[in-house]
């Protein structure tokens, strides 16, 4: 029953992903800011959450707890924000493969950081995910090339994925320090309160935004909390019963979704390049996790 609970949390977590972009892309050209649709998402969900705050020993955390619980919230926050504004400007089909980029991240990190010098396997993953990034990223303008980094909606993509990574190992060490849904809790509050800090500075007032909001965005926002509360809910307990690496090489399967999704909602074109792209990122992705070392 064990194995099927983490079967079933991985798919869901593969699935309500790639969903999530969309609506968010969808809100986003609807005029929404995406640092308003992060707040509101973030915060509905924290609302839910009040009965596991209410049941929760606070004076038995440590202080570690409330160390990660901070650093989780602002690198969600962060992160989230720069995911939605990549989709308000970019392809989702192009954005969801590039995610695939983190394990190269992680790798570059820890040759910098911690001395960890990439073997035969590591380097094979890091080649696949390049060779598949070349399909995907060459059905933009600006094709396979340096002028890739110039493009808003890379930018920040890279930005969120590299934030998102980091964020990762912050939910785990959480779940760590107390319980899977005191995790979720505090990822809901934490990032509610880093994102309603970041609308001031972007001048976005809720007094004016919340009323103008129409009820066909409403339904958008129902079905986007939906599924980013049935991502992190899924995400805290694939952490909690696999190791981070393994959990983020399943997840890499969303990347397939989001480009049948870019098709299927947005439109997106070349579908099979970016479906053959994305294949080969997600077989070096897992050669990394795998045997990567």
């Known amino acids: 029953m064990g194995t099927l609970f983490i079967f079933t949390a991985v798919v869901l977590r593969i699935i309500s992903n790639p969903l999530a972009n969309v609506f968010q892309k969808q809100l986003a050209a609807r005029g929404n800011h995406p640092l308003l649709i992060n707040f509101l998402t973030y915060f509905i969900l924290a609302l839910i959450t009040i009965p596991i705050l209410v049941k929760t020993q606070w004076n038995l955390l440590p202080l570690a707890f409330w160390v990660f619980a901070l650093l989780d919230g602002?690198?969600?926050?962060?992160?989230?924000?720069?995911?939605?504004?990549?989709?308000?400007?970019?392809?989702l089909s192009v954005l969801g493969p590039v995610n695939a980029y983190k394990s190269v991240v992680a790798i570059i990190t820890g040759?910098?950081?911690?001395?960890?010098?990439?073997?035969?396997?590591?380097?094979?993953?890091?080649?696949?995910?390049?060779l598949g990034s070349y399909f995907v990223l060459d059905?933009?303008?600006?094709?396979?090339?340096?002028?890739?980094?110039?493009?808003?909606?890379?930018?920040?993509?890279?930005?969120?994925?590299v934030l998102?990574?980091?964020?990762?190992?912050?939910?785990?060490?959480?779940?760590?320090?107390?319980?899977?849904?005191?995790?979720?809790?505090?990822?809901?509050?934490t990032g509610a309160f880093f994102s309603l800090m970041l609308l001031p500075v972007y001048k976005i007032r809720l007094r004016h935004e919340l009323p103008r909001l129409t009820r066909l965005s409403l339904g958008k926002y129902a079905l986007l909390v939906l599924c980013i509360g049935t991502m992190q809910i899924t995400t805290v307990y694939a952490f909690k019963h696999m190791q981070v690496g393994y959990a983020l090489s399943l997840?890499?399967?969303?990347?397939?979704?989001?480009?049948?999704?870019?098709?299927r909602v947005f439109r997106e074109q070349e579908i099979r390049k970016k479906l053959?792209?994305?294949?080969?990122?997600?077989?070096?992705?897992?050669?990394?996790?795998?045997?990567?070392?």
């Open 276 to 293: 053959m792209g994305s294949a080969i990122m997600i077989f070096g992705s897992v050669i990394i996790i795998l045997l990567g070392s």
């Open 164 to 189: 998102t990574a980091i964020e990762a190992v912050f939910i785990k060490r959480i779940i760590e320090l107390s319980t899977a849904e005191l995790s979720f809790a505090s990822w809901c509050w």
């Open 111 to 130: 040759i910098f950081l911690l001395g960890e010098i990439p073997g035969i396997w590591g380097l094979f993953g890091i080649s696949m995910i390049i």
């Open 251 to 263: 997840f890499q399967l969303s990347i397939i979704a989001s480009v049948l999704l870019g098709y």
């Open 74 to 91: 602002l690198t969600g926050a962060l992160g989230n924000g720069l995911l939605i504004k990549a989709l308000q400007k970019g392809d």
């Open 139 to 161: 059905t933009t303008e600006e094709k396979f090339s340096w002028r890739l980094l110039k493009n808003r909606a890379i930018q920040y993509r890279i930005g969120a994925m």
